[in-house]
């Protein structure tokens, strides 16, 4: 796509991105379709690059784009999302726009520097709500941590109403139609799909985007990857809002624990407490001081089952060994299952706890799987704990709410 056939989204508003239609290699999958990377010049008083491309086109980026406008009177570039196959043009554009302020959220700022070597550069940092300027056209900002990764934020262009959301709202489709309306199929599949994989583990995020889009009067949605859409927008909306939504079904969580000091007896009534918040039924359990048999068909009837126990000596305490050698042979199929525990050295036993549940039909959490899944760092499985759980009180509650956000998905 050349200039002289350049895309257009509204006036002074153009698409500058790259069209890749390999089968691209993406979070081990691969992308029959091809993808694109969507990059916008808002050619204002102030000309303002939104995003850019993956870093293997950043130099063919800044090549186009001298198409539209020489690089030098580039005044803003915006990444909303430091991923390299949006943020990956930017060490070329800097090199070539002297003058550029790089606008981001304050976590992306270090990434940003450390990736492109870009530590003398002007940053402005903007946060909720925040507004730029840019002759002729304003920029509003709002942060969404966690879509899908930590430093993301939107842009929303208040005279044209027109939403730059990166990665949300994208598909994965190497189209040259550029436009929804324009598709030559339906991209409803392809839409549902780039949000399964990308979107919906972070789907507690997305509901609060919902919301704060109700207060946005969007007209046109232009994403990082595929289609432009420029009809039917609130359609998409809403099949966001449907699929990030809460099943209504029950779900209940049975948590088991032998203690010493009752700090993993805190950290219990602590997971409790935060899934109550997220309207799952809790039951905990001392296994110490509840029947087996009550504690076991507690389990059966569970959604998810966690267990914590203090160390000693390294390895669990009380009756709770007699509890884990059961549940191998029960039909746990369909569950998850957690460790959990409050240690002083080293927490023997929240592993040895975790191999016992590893023998089980549940699927068991770990941190691995969750960083394969989501991409989450901060979520943590087994979850331990250091003496008194006060001051984890955040872990406690991230790992509780990932069990809940798996539980109550609808999809
Ligand atoms: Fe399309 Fe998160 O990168």
Known sequence: MRANNQVTLAKDIYWVGKIDDREVPFHRLVLAKGTTYNAYLLKTGKPTVIDTVDIEFGGEFVEYLKEFIDPKDIQYIVINHTEPDHSGGLGALAGQAPDATIVCTQKAVKELQEMYKLHDRTFLVVK?????????KTLKFKETPYLHTEETMITYCVEDQILFPCDIFSTHIANDQFFNDDAKNDIT??????????????????????????????????????????????????????MSANTAADKKVTIVYTTIKSNTKKMANMLKDSFEKNNIKADVFNADKSEKEVILTSIKEADAVLVGSSTRYADMIGNLEQILTELPNMELAGKLGAAFGSYGWSGEAIEVIQDYLEKTDMNILNTSKVIKSTGMIDVEFPVRVRFSPKESAEKIENSASFISDLLLSTI
């Open 128 to 136: 909720d709500g925040d507004t730029l300027d840019i002759g002729g």
């Open 189 to 242: 599949e392809d839409f549902i799909g780039y949000y399964k994989l990308i979107i919906h583990p972070h789907r507690r995020y997305v509901q609060t985007l919902i919301n704060a889009l109700k207060e946005m009067d969007v007209k046109m949605i232009a994403p990082s990857h595929g289609y432009i859409l420029r009809t039917d927008v609130q359609k998409y909306i809403d099949l966001y809002a449907s």
